[in-house]
């Protein structure tokens, strides 16, 4: 069986702000395989495995149930009217027991600001893939800011 941790961090005070058309730097965020049942996958075809918003990160991996496929999109600040700002992150997970990809779940987080700068980014350091239950399997972790920054 698989399942997910997220870890997401509310109203993060103190990071730089994004301004609007801006992705910050959370360009990549390294990956950590730590299991001998888990092995980096190969290349993706994201016209098979379609996502919202800018393309941030992919990473595929192999594990008992066959290639995974996690895509990370967003959307950076951007304007809804006059009052009202929005940031959007998208996460998707794809398992390719045969030959096309199929939808195993999908994360998605907005944030909405009346008049500051909003942001939805990963954090800085890793995306741990680990089989914790060790049933060959892998479980997908990560941690993300969803900021309204005033």
């Known amino acids: ?18 301004p609007e058309g801006k992705t910050g730097d959370a360009a ?10 888990i092995r980096e996958g190969g290349p993706i075809d994201t016209a098979q495995t379609p996502f919202e918003g800018e393309l941030i990160q992919t990473v595929t991996w192999v594990d008992q149930s066959g290639k995974n496929t996690l895509v ?14 929005r ?5 998707y997970a794809f398992a390719t027991p045969d030959k096309l990809p199929h939808p195993q779940w999908l ?7 009346c008049y500051c ?4 980014e ?17 479980e ?10 005033c």
């Open 87 to 91: 940031a959007e992150f998208h996460a």
């Open 107 to 113: 994360l998605e987080e907005v944030v909405d600001s």
């Open 1 to 18: 069986m698989r399942f997910i941790l997220l870890i997401p961090i509310l109203q993060f005070i103190g990071l730089a702000c994004i």
């Open 72 to 85: 990370l999109s967003g959307r950076p600040a951007y304007a809804l009217n006059e009052d009202l700002r």
């Open 117 to 120: 700068d909003c942001a939805v």
């Open 140 to 149: 997908v972790f990560l941690m993300y800011f969803l900021n309204d920054l």
């Open 122 to 138: 990963l954090a800085e350091g890793s995306i741990p893939i680990r089989d914790v239950d060790q049933d060959g399997v892998a």
């Open 28 to 37: 990549q965020a390294s990956v950590v395989f730590d299991s001998t049942t």
